[in-house]
């Protein structure tokens, strides 16, 4: 790349460092008596490898979208994979301590057994590039891409992925443990279990079909379970200093899931049916070695996994809970549907079988999705049940009006910090994105970047959004003034 090229993108760096620098907030009550987060709060930013680096011909989802599924081909989508430098900076730029980057198991692993190093020297060279402008990095193993191996074997149907998994896991701990702690083993199991099985929207998935969903949704529970013995023996340096070696999590996608009709006994059955299955099962099976009798364990990676428990193999295998947030759900009961679990999730596209009037005064990203912050202290309450610390993994809204996007980021981090004042563990906040990136089968349609970027010149501007971010961060928290001129609409 030319020097012109890289200055002309470097543009986008010094426009945001024009939001002048400041040193990591306190924490508890600011000298005017406002609240501050904790000073070791982390501040974040969040990308997957697929959606970010393109060009990864090596995997599942890119061959699905060649072979004409879908609209959108990814490309080079942010041509991250030569430009994690300049993220970097960008994400250092909008204040962030830590950021979540993602591995391409397709690259590392081309061939099942055979690690490509030169791939594994460029994981290392982007680790480095967060490390050096003093950011936590977070990585994440799998964000629903699969290698093409993988894929020819069944995918997550193969009881034998649990293993191989958990080798690639103990293989990317063992050449990069000196350089990361927190490790994410699987983003989302179960909307990836759910969307391939129950939606088909992802390479050899299915509709309605239960069964698939449920034994996908075993395997990913062992799978983690066997990587997190892995990576726990394989990575025992301390990286960051802190005095542990690492730290292992799945992040999963949660929403709180209310009743269509509240006055519906059958509706209110039905959301606590369907919040079982999508939000809770996963952590009572990670966290107290429970499996829910529903999951189909014939042909599974579990065996002996028919009975409810316990699992000692399966419990205490997950150090955090980590909330990916964008917003609540609404169920109606639906005899016949899913079963057992009869029930019609209301996703805005059936949302006229389930509100006959509709519901006109939501706010709404760009892809539909019902802006409800509150939701996210709920989650919160909920999920400390299980005694783990917490970390909002994802937040983010789909926008191309800048300040929808930064009222959004205030009013959850209102959230949080009504969740920190009340004594929840919360430590930290990951925004998704940090750009403009690939959104699977919406392509590059919808936008969720603190940066907006130009998918041909691959130029990187900064949003409205990394001022308030900033601004929150050198705050210590989003203060009355900052929640005051972030309004919207």
Known sequence: MGTTWRVRHLAAVLAALTISCAGSPGSGEAPGGEFRFPADFLWGVAASAYQTEGDSPGNDYDRWLRNGHGQ??????????????????????????????????ARVEPARDVFDESEIAHYRAVLESIRQRGMKPFVTLHHFTNPLWVADQGRWLNPGIVREFADYAGRMASALGDLADEWITINEPVIYATGAYWA????????????????ALVNMIYAHAAAYDAIRAADTRDADGDGRACRVAFVHALSPHYPADPQSPDDVRAAARFDQY????????????????????????????????????????????????????YIRSFPGLLHPL????????????????????????????????????????????????????????????????????????????????????????????LLDN????????MRFGLYTVDFETFERTPTEAVQAYREIIRAGGPTPEILARYTWP
């Not at 939501?362 to 989650?379: A, I, K, S, Y």
């Not at 690939?438 to 349609?445: A, P």
Request: aromatic share 14%; hydrophobic share 35%; charged share 25%.
């Open 72 to 105: 959108w081909r990814n490309g080079k989508a942010d041509n991250s994979y030569e430009l994690f430098d300049l993220d970097s900076e960008l994400a250092r730029a909008a204040g962030a301590n830590s950021f979540r980057m993602g591995i391409e198991w």
């Open 278 to 329: 999508y939000n809770r099962q996963i952590f009572d099976a990670l966290v107290y070695g429970r499996l829910d009798p529903w999951l189909e364990p014939e042909g599974g990676a579990g065996g002996s996994a028919a009975s409810p428990g316990p699992h000692p193999e399966l419990a205490g295998r997950v150090d955090y809970v980590g909330i990916n947030y964008y917003s609540p759900r």
């Open 200 to 215: 088909k929207t992802y390479p050899g998935g299915d509709l309605l079909d239960m069964t698939k969903a449920n034994r």
């Open 438 to 445: 690939f959104e699977w089968l919406d392509g590059y349609s």
């Open 342 to 433: 009869e029930a019609l999730p209301c996703f805005s596209f059936v949302e006229p079988l389930c509100f006959s009037g509709g519901r006109p005064d939501v706010v709404r990203g760009d892809n539909g999705n019902e802006v409800h912050p509150e939701g996210l202290f709920e989650l919160i309450e909920d999920y400390a049940s299980y005694g783990l610390p917490l970390i909002v993994t994802e937040n983010g809204i789909a926008a191309t009006e800048g300040r929808k996007r930064s009222w959004f980021i205030v009013k959850h981090l209102e959230q949080v910090e009504r969740a920190l004042r009340q004594g929840y563990r919360v430590e930290g906040y990951l925004h998704w994105s």
